[in-house]
């Protein structure tokens, strides 16, 4: 007789996999009700944590050509394929779906890396413009990322929920903090150990698990986010006060569907700044 060796999942922050500042774990129990694991539970100090690395991570990865983010985010498709076997069990220990229906999730997830990195190099083409003025000057208008996003994950999904909350954030050059669901969090941190070999640069994309309604208060009013999606959020309105403090964009929930295969160009482009520029015309 042996006693199975349970795994203590533990946040993602800044590449790395701290254990929560607090210590704190809550107990995750699969769809019988039967314990799976002990998962980290994010305190204050996490979060704050978590912003300083994303806000140092930002501009590099901002800096990165829109290629080479395409390349990164395609990476990451081809080691969430490389690792199906695993979301899939995970899933269905966590939800009690069948096979067919924890693989096409994994597919939706998959498929999703592909298409959002199909975009790095193609918003401005299709987004930005020259804009007519009166007057010997080109004005070009062109999308910038915002900066440092929060975004709370659905809370009914194990995985492609948290994926379609990620890309859309990181796509354009932003970096995120990202609230995991609090009963499936499993996928997350799995999730988080394929970012973390996929070439992706620390802090870029953070995880952190625990209570959404205790985290939500202290990213909605920390003056160094640029913008929050409320998504996974069961106080919304709230939050949404404590965002305008300092006019962070807002993403309000359902404003997005978080399901396909696919997402959504407004999405990307709700997490991006306007930017103008005017230039003098030659003779």
């Not at 107990?27 to 998962?39: E, S, T």
């Not at 640069?201 to 625990?210: D, K, M, S």
């Not at 709700?270 to 520029?277: C, R």
Request: net charge neutral.
């Amino acid at each position: 007789m042996r006693l199975e060796v349970k795994k203590t999942y533990k946040l993602f922050i800044g590449g790395k996999f701290p254990r929560s500042e607090s210590g704190r774990v809550y107990i995750v129990n699969n769809h019988k009700g039967v314990f799976l694991a002990n998962v980290a539970k994010a305190s204050r100090k996490d979060v704050r944590d978590s912003v300083v690395v994303a806000r140092s991570a930002q501009s590099g990865w901002a800096g990165a050509t829109p290629y080479n983010r395409g390349q990164i985010l395609y990476r990451i498709a081809e080691m969430l394929e490389g690792r199906r076997e695993q979301f899939v069990a995970e899933i269905r220990e966590l939800t009690g779906q069948n096979e067919k229906q924890a693989n096409q999730e994994v597919d939706s997830a998959i498929d999703s890396w592909v298409w959002h990195a199909g975009w790095t190099d193609k918003i401005d083409a299709v987004a930005g413009n020259m804009n007519p003025v009166a007057g010997p000057f080109f004005n070009i208008s062109t999308n910038q990322p915002t900066g440092v996003v929060a975004a709370f994950a659905p809370q009914d999904s194990s995985l492609v929920g948290l994926v379609n909350t990620i890309a859309p954030a990181i796509v354009s050059g932003n970096s995120i903090i990202a609230i995991s669901s609090e009963t499936l969090p499993i996928c997350a941190v799995t999730l988080a150990e394929v970012l973390e070999t996929s070439d992706l640069p620390g802090g870029v994309v953070n995880i952190l698990t625990g209570n959404a309604s205790e985290l939500g208060s202290w990213l909605a009013s920390h003056l160094d986010v640029n913008a929050i999606d409320l998504e996974g959020t069961s106080n919304a309105a709230e939050l949404e006060m404590l965002a305008a403090e300092n006019l962070k964009r807002v993403i309000r929930k359902g404003s997005y569907s978080r399901t396909g295969a696919t997402g959504s160009l407004q999405h990307i482009l709700d997490l991006m700044e306007t930017k103008t520029v005017w230039h003098p015309k030659g003779h």
